[in-house]
């Protein structure tokens, strides 16, 4: 079971990065508005990820380590209606396959908290009590310690630290309504505290996009209930800046996407350095199939020069300088 679990995990487990992206996802997928994310050594001696979701009952801790065993696929509609972030039923079992990984949790109705380990070849999962607030820890303890491969791969502290970094900027800005705080051996690197009005909302894009950004880009929002693009431009940002894309909510880096953006900028503003964008499209789910790269970065539009051609002509419009 484990060497079928680590073949698996060969496709979501690069980097610690990837790890905290599937937690971190989990715990948005189990209602969590509060995830502390603490990072030992670049996350290579320590993952924890604790959130204030809906938890695990005791009888499911033991599936949820298992392959395939995802709760969030109840009908063969929900495939094609997805609005949940993750549905494969394999990131914990992977993850678990090339660390130490220990699960606790507690949901509000049961009275006791409860941690699950899988071991050993066949990973068979002992389940503990366990001291736990209401939601769910989960530790993932000396990553890829036997898939010496995989660590040859792993680059600088540092390095690891700043995609992990980089990612949950990522989700910040797609979840405003969440807080997440993250800490690198022990000490605070992010706070993005829980948006409340509009004015919130800026400061948590100048904390992740920079001041900078901010006071230069231009705002744009255009498009009806079916589809439409919000968000903020900046045709002539420096390379350190943002390039976000987002797909109803959640964060893509579709190549038509990122495509059309491209051609807006060169044509309004050709010869310019790399724009920086935070852009939100909003879609019809139906017009669009979430789960076509295994990382979940693309997307597959269903029309898709339909979509290409308003991103297009929205970033033209907003890109455009005003004519006085
Ligand atoms: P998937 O998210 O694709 O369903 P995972 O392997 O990521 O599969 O998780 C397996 C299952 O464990 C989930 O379906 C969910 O029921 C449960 N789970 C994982 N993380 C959490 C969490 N933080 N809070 C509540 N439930 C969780
Ligand atoms: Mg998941």
């Given at each position: ?223 009806d209930e079916q589809l439409n693009i919000h968000g903020w431009i900046l045709p002539s940002g420096m390379a350190t800046e943002p390039q976000y894309t987002y797909v109803n909510g959640r964060m893509m880096r579709d190549k038509l996407i990122l495509h059309a953006i491209r051609q807006a900028f060169e044509e309004v503003c050709p010869n310019q350095s790399i724009p920086a964008f935070v852009l939100y499209l909003t879609i019809d ?40």
């Amino acid at each position: 079971a484990r060497l079928a679990n680590q073949i698996a995990a060969g496709e979501v487990v690069e980097r610690p990065a990837s790890v905290v992206k599937e937690l971190v996802e989990n715990s948005l997928d189990a209602g969590a508005t509060r995830i502390q994310i603490d990072i030992e050594r670049g996350g290579h001696k320590l993952i924890r990820i604790r959130d204030n979701g809906s938890g695990i009952d005791k009888g499911e801790l033991t599936l949820a380590l298992s392959r395939h065993a995802t709760s969030k696929l109840k009908t063969l509609d929900d495939l094609e209606n997805i609005c949940s972030l993750g549905f494969r039923g394999e990131a914990l079992a992977s993850i678990s396959s090339v660390s130490r990984l220990s699960l606790s949790s507690k949901p509000a109705h049961q009275e006791d908290a409860w941690q699950a380990q899988a071991e050993g070849r066949d990973m068979a999962v002992t389940v503990k009590p366990v001291a736990h607030p209401n939601g769910t820890t989960i530790e993932v303890v000396d990553l890829f310690f036997n898939t010496p491969a995989r660590r040859k791969f792993l680059r600088t502290e540092k390095t690891e630290f700043n995609h992990i970094d980089e990612l949950l900027k990522r989700i910040a800005l797609s979840r405003f309504d969440v807080s997440i705080s993250l800490k690198h051996n022990g000490k605070m690197v992010r706070q993005y505290r829980p948006v409340q009005n509009e004015n919130d909302t800026i400061k948590r894009v100048a904390q992740v996009a920079g001041k900078d950004f901010l006071a230069h880009a231009s705002f744009l929002e255009s498009g009806d209930e079916q589809l439409n693009i919000h968000g903020w431009i900046l045709p002539s940002g420096m390379a350190t800046e943002p390039q976000y894309t987002y797909v109803n909510g959640r964060m893509m880096r579709d190549k038509l996407i990122l495509h059309a953006i491209r051609q807006a900028f060169e044509e309004v503003c050709p010869n310019q350095s790399i724009p920086a964008f935070v852009l939100y499209l909003t879609i019809d789910p139906r017009q669009v199939d979430v789960n076509v790269h295994p990382a979940k970065h693309e997307v597959r539009f269903h029309q898709a020069r339909l979509i290409h051609d308003f991103i297009l002509q929205a970033v033209k419009q907003a890109a455009e300088p005003t004519i006085t």
